[in-house]
C-alpha cells in the first residue's frame, strides 16, 4: 500500500454494535485514560462538525519513502473532483499546521483552530461552489505523471490503495 484516502458519506460510517463493543474493549485495555480520552476527543470532533450534510476526508496518508512524488495530491483531488462533480460539502480535522496548509491548496478553508485534548486541531470544510473555479489542478495532469513512475495504471485502485510491487524501483 502506498497511500491511502478515507472518507466517509454523510451521515458518517455507521458501526455495529459489534464493533463497538470490541472498540470500547481494545481502548479500555490500551491503558489508564486511554477510554476516556478517545471518547473526549471523539466529542470535541462531533461537536464541532458541520451541521448540514458533508462528507468527511481522512485519513489521508502516503508510504513516507514516496512522499514529494504527486501520490497525494492525486488522491486529493480525485477526491475534490468527486465532490465538486456531486456539489458537496467535505470536512475534516488534521493536527499540523503542514497538514492544513496542504488541505488549503485544495479548497478546504479553516473555520476553527482549537485544542482536543491538549492537542492542537485544524477544523476545515469545503464547499464545492467556492473551489470549482479556483481548480487548477486537473486529475488527468496528475494521472499521467504517476503512470509514468508505475508499472500498471490501475489508477483506481491506485488513488485509494494500491500495493508495492506497482512501483518501478
Known amino acids: 500500500l502506498v497511500g491511502v484516502c478515507g472518507f466517509d458519506p454523510p451521515g458518517g ?6 464493533k463497538r463493543r470490541t ?3 481494545t481502548m479500555s485495555a490500551a ?23 458533508h462528507w468527511q476526508l ?3 496518508g502516503v508510504e513516507p519513502a514516496l512522499q514529494g512524488r504527486g501520490i497525494g495530491g492525486a488522491m486529493l483531488d480525485r477526491f ?10 467535505s470536512y475534516l480535522e488534521t493536527d499540523t499546521e503542514a497538514n492544513a496548509c496542504l488541505y488549503e491548496k485544495f479548497g478546504f478553508v479553516t473555520v476553527e483552530i482549537a485544542p ?6 485544524w477544523f476545515q470544510i469545503r464547499r464545492p461552489a467556492e473551489h470549482a473555479q479556483q ?3 486537473p486529475i488527468l495532469f496528475h494521472l499521467n505523471r504517476l503512470r509514468e513512475n508505475f508499472d500498471r495504471p490501475g489508477i483506481e ?3 485509494f490503495g494500491v500495493r508495492d510491487n506497482l512501483r518501478r524501483e
Open 157 to 159: 485502485q491506485f488513488l
Open 80 to 89: 475534490c473532483q468527486m465532490m465538486d462533480a456531486e456539489g458537496e460539502l
Open 58 to 60: 481522512g485519513p489521508v
Open 13 to 18: 460510517s455507521m458501526m455495529g454494535a459489534e
Open 23 to 25: 472498540l470500547m474493549e
Open 31 to 53: 491503558g489508564p485514560g486511554v477510554l476516556g480520552r478517545a471518547m473526549s476527543m471523539l466529542a470535541e470532533w462531533g461537536r464541532r462538525a458541520p451541521k448540514e450534510p
Open 116 to 121: 482536543v485534548i491538549g492537542v492542537p486541531m
Open 135 to 137: 481548480h487548477t489542478r
